[in-house]
């Protein structure tokens, strides 16, 4: 069974940095394109950033240049590192990614979802 497992989340003054980390684990074969997407309440999830496997990333207009996405393939991690951030940044960040797995002796690929962290701006 794969799952994502998001870390990192809290509470930051505005301007400030945060760093999201996602860890994948199960009987992966491979992690394709991953990304952190986000919801706010009331609002529609938006994705954020998102990277693949060949290294061509795209990143929301409302984050270029302040958020940062990277993958650490050797432990299965992709990290978010937010910079000078604002009030509208508030919002429940989750971690995604289409992988190829093993289960029962068969490889598939699927798209996953961690949790959920809150990241909240606010002096």
């Known amino acids: 069974q794969v799952q994502l497992v998001e870390s990192g989340g809290g509470l930051v003054q505005p301007g400030g940095s945060l760093r999201l980390a996602c860890v994948a684990s199960?009987?992966?074969?491979?992690?394709?394109?991953v990304g952190w997407s986000r919801q706010a309440p009331g609002q529609e999830r938006e994705l954020v950033a998102r990277?693949?496997?060949?290294?061509?990333?795209t990143y929301a207009d409302s984050v270029q240049g302040r958020f940062t996405i990277s993958r650490d393939n050797a432990k299965n991690m992709t990290l978010l590192q937010m910079n000078r951030l604002e009030p509208e940044d508030t919002a429940v960040y989750y971690c995604?990614?289409?992988?190829?797995?093993?289960?029962?002796?068969?490889?598939?690929?699927?798209?996953?979802w961690g949790q959920g962290t809150q990241v909240t701006v606010s002096s």
């Open positions: 199960g009987s992966i074969v491979s992690i394709n394109a």
């Open positions: 990277t693949t496997v060949s290294g061509i990333t």
């Open positions: 995604n990614a289409d992988i190829t797995a093993y289960s029962s002796g068969f490889r598939y690929t699927a798209a996953y």
